[in-house]
């Protein structure tokens, strides 16, 4: 909601009453380069509609000095149809990569001012989006976890909240995963700046999921410092922390209002170890997984994720399993890969066949858990994005993509209202 209340009913509060209300989550990860013509633009809102989505991640474009991807035009083309379609629409950016080539410090009081400024200069620009979803939030590489910098990226999280809950969009985060091992010291001693609910967490469950992967040498194992093999003395924790990320406090204190956990695998058995790692965690801080929206990654990218693949009955076991523990919700990273065929994923997420065992997790279509304003951002915004080449160039479309965009606007319509009928 757009809201303008004051304590003790907040936009906040609102948002939550109305995550409760609904389903759950579906949205797209909509990239640039799927979305850089019109044909494209239309084939994005077909398929997203075909897998009874509701909401999209859309990757913006360079903003003044900050970091993007694609060009203003197709962006705003896609909002606007987006919206028209009865999509809500974040805007997803890349925070550690704000500042390419050279990694984002968090820990600089001006780079979080920056980061902040950032989303701001979005919301102006583009009043019609519904929330910002804030990714690569965290610091590049796997490494002890260091206060200074975990307390970093948080502080950046809360610069960005204040934006947001001032301008009453919503706010979610991705994550890596809970249940991939790293490295964190021996016996008794934690190896770096442990936060204080992990350590009292892995006390209070003497079985847990770490303990046992330390105990077995099990499937989740890495070899990171000095772990390699199987030690019971050694003292696991999840990956989130060597990266500098906390997203178990950032939903304790509202910094986000969910997380994103990207445990991109075709493993089913992968994927039910990370969530019910998340459920315990989230459980330990008193909240249930309608905080969690599970990442699926529909992709074959062996050297980042090794076991990923273009599986759909891998997928659809992933949302299932996630139903029964309550998930909030799924985001896909990504429908509309160049070159790939997303149709046996829509068909097995949506239709009765082998793949879903004659049971489609999305059968139905579901309000997205947020809601949607502005139905289109107009074709001339009053408050302007800061272009690169220090000139105005915000979400005004050209004549020619203007004629493009109402053909689009009026087929993608048509579309939905038949398809939800």
């Known amino acids: 909601c757009r809201c303008r209340l004051s304590p003790p009913l907040s936009c906040n509060s609102i948002r939550s009453a109305m995550v409760k209300a609904t389903t759950e989550l579906r949205a797209n990860w909509v990239a640039h380069d799927s979305i850089q013509t019109a044909v494209g633009r239309y084939s994005m809102i077909r398929k997203m509609m075909d897998a009874r989505m509701n909401t999209a991640f859309v990757e ?3 903003i003044g000095d900050s970091y993007g991807e694609g060009d203003m035009d197709a962006f705003f083309s896609f909002l606007n149809e987006a919206k028209s379609s009865g999509f809500v629409v974040f805007a997803w950016i ?5 500042t390419y080539p050279v990694p984002a410090d968090l820990r600089l009081e001006d780079e979080r001012k920056a980061q902040a400024q950032w989303v701001e200069d979005i919301i102006k620009g583009a009043p019609c989006i519904d929330g910002i979803a804030i990714d690569y939030i965290r610091y590049p590489t796997w490494e002890v976890s260091d206060g200074e910098k975990i307390e970093g990226v948080s502080l950046t999280i809360q610069a960005i909240r204040k934006v947001t809950d001032q301008r009453s969009v919503s706010l979610l985060s991705t ?3 809970a249940a991939t091992v790293t490295y964190r010291g021996v016996d008794s001693s934690w190896d770096g700046d442990v936060p204080a609910w992990f350590q009292d967490w892995y006390a209070a469950n003497p079985q847990n999921y770490f303990k046992v ?4 040498g099990g499937t989740g194992m890495v070899n990171q410092g000095n772990l390699n093999g199987s030690n019971p003395a050694f003292l696991l924790g999840p ?10 406090s950032w939903i304790e204190n509202g910094f986000v209002d969910h997380v994103v956990p990207m445990q991109y695998t075709a493993d089913p058995a992968v994927m039910r170890n ?9 459980g330990w801080i008193g909240h249930n997984m309608t905080s969690i929206y599970l990442g699926l990654g529909w992709m074959d990218e062996p050297s980042s994720f090794p076991d990923s693949q273009f599986d759909p009955a ?10 029964t523990k309550g998930v909030g919700g799924y985001t896909i990273f990504r429908l509309g890969i160049p070159g790939v065929d997303d149709r046996p994923l829509i068909d097995a997420l949506t239709t009765p066949n082998a793949e879903n065992e004659w049971a489609p997790p999305f059968i139905t279509a579901t309000a997205s858990p947020f809601s949607s304003v502005d139905l289109i951002c107009g074709m001339e915004i009053a408050e302007e994005i800061p272009a690169t080449n220090g000139q105005s160039s915000v979400g005004k479309i050209s004549s020619d993509s203007s004629t493009v965009l109402t053909f689009s606007l009026t ?8 398809l939800l009928r």
């Open 213 to 216: 992967e330390a105990s077995s």
């Open 274 to 282: 990370d969530i019910d790692v998340w459920e315990s965690f989230t």
């Open 94 to 98: 890349s925070n550690h990569k704000r």
């Open 60 to 62: 913006t474009p360079p």
């Open 239 to 248: 990956s989130f922390m060597s990266y500098q990320q906390d997203p178990i």
């Open 175 to 177: 994550s890596f995963p």
């Open 314 to 323: 891998a997928m659809v076991a992933h949302v299932k399993y996630g139903q």
């Open 411 to 418: 087929v993608a319509f048509l579309l939905r209202g038949i």
